[in-house]
């Protein structure tokens, strides 16, 4: 349309009016929305329009028309290869968000909507919008009279904290079932990150100082048989009972450092026992919850937010963290500085 108006247009105004140059307008248009082979035909009729006019009004070889052709096919053909190089960077981008998805399944699996006496639901939002993975961390496995659950956060970004993210979940999946001792699991993790850290690396592949590299976690054990939990923080925020009594947090009396710190921080790891009732549900998450801020640089105010977003009761973890990831997402304007991951588990009654 914008063609056969400024053609009919310029044909039919005074010899003293071009509009000829509007038709560049045309493709650069087109490239905005369209691909290389759209752009580079509506070019290409943009040109075949610019030189019906130069007929038209005078000749082909007449200076102002000449220049104004080259100048459209030197335009046109710009537009094209910036829509051809547009084109191949979605898809691009599209092959990278597909891998990274998988990657993130393999990695961080979606935790089973039931495992023993509990009802689980997890949720994790990166940072990265496009990697759609970083480094924190969430697992669950069982033993034969309980269910254990990890979840954490890997200090750093980037393919380096999805690494170590990736190392600590090994571990966990491989020995949270056979460890009898919940505090004898926390140290075979400290040793699986600890070790790796100690490890030589290549110095141009490591864009931080591995000696500062840590990992935040908290370990649950949720027996099958008594209404408790028993708890190992190792420098994490503290999860959040949602009871009947209301919301409170589980802080530990003597929490334990972060993995990988031990060596400059020696202390006991021993887990210590909270009450969890049938029908309650216990929130972890990461700090990337906790320090989402809005625009006026006001943090996330969680255990308030519960409060209201569970105000009716009879709430069910995967509801639950479904409001819960859209009032964050609110709060913060979409789009988060940290990646968060958030688990919800809720006890059962009856016998597993």
């Not at 007449?62 to 052709?69: C, E, G, K, S």
């Not at 910036?82 to 990695?107: M, T």
């Not at 202390?267 to 309650?280: H, K, L, N, S, Y």
Request: with cysteine; aromatic share 4%.
């Amino acid at each position: 349309m914008l063609i056969v108006i400024v053609t009919v247009v310029d044909m039919l105004a005074p010899s003293s009016v071009h509009l000829g140059p509007f038709l560049v307008a045309a493709p650069a248009v087109t490239a905005s929305f369209a691909g290389p082979r759209t752009t580079g035909c509506v070019g290409a009729l943009a040109v075949l329009a610019q030189a019906l006019v130069a007929i038209v009004r005078t000749s082909l070889v007449d200076l102002n028309h000449t220049i104004q052709l080259i100048t459209l096919i030197l335009i046109s053909t710009l537009v094209t290869l910036f829509a051809y190089w547009r084109d191949r960077r979605v898809k691009e981008l599209a092959h990278v968000r597909s891998v990274a998805k998988a990657a993130q399944g393999v990695v961080i699996r979606p935790m089973p909507p039931r495992v023993g006496k509990l009802r689980l639901a997890s949720v994790y939002l990166s940072a990265e919008r496009e990697a759609q993975i970083g480094g924190d961390l969430f697992a669950a496995a069982r033993t034969t009279r309980s269910t254990r659950i990890v979840i954490g956060d890997v200090r750093g970004k980037g393919l380096e904290a999805v690494g170590d993210a990736a190392l600590l979940l090994g571990a966990f999946r491989s020995a949270a079932h056979r460890q009898a001792d919940l505090g004898d699991l926390v140290a075979f993790l400290e040793g699986t990150v600890s070790s790796d850290l100690d490890n030589p690396v290549d110095p141009e592949h490591r864009t931080e100082d591995r000696g500062e590299a840590f990992v935040t976690a908290a370990v649950l054990d949720v027996p099958d048989d008594e209404p408790v939990l028993h708890l190992i923080n190792c420098g994490h925020p503290p999860p959040l009972l949602l009871g009947k009594g209301g919301i409170r947090l589980l802080e530990v009396s003597r929490p334990a450092p972060p993995l990988g710190l031990t060596e400059f921080v020696h202390t006991e790891v021993a887990p210590q026992r909270f009450a969890f009732e049938t029908g309650d549900i216990v929130l972890l998450y990461t700090d990337g919850v906790i320090e989402a801020r809005d625009r006026n640089g006001t943090f996330y105010p969680l255990t308030q937010r519960l409060e209201q977003l569970t105000g009716s009761g009879d709430t069910e973890p995967e509801t639950l963290l479904g409001r819960l990831c859209a009032d964050l997402l609110k709060h913060a304007g979409g789009h988060l500085g940290d990646d968060a991951a958030m688990v919800a588990l809720q006890r059962l009654p009856g016998h597993s």
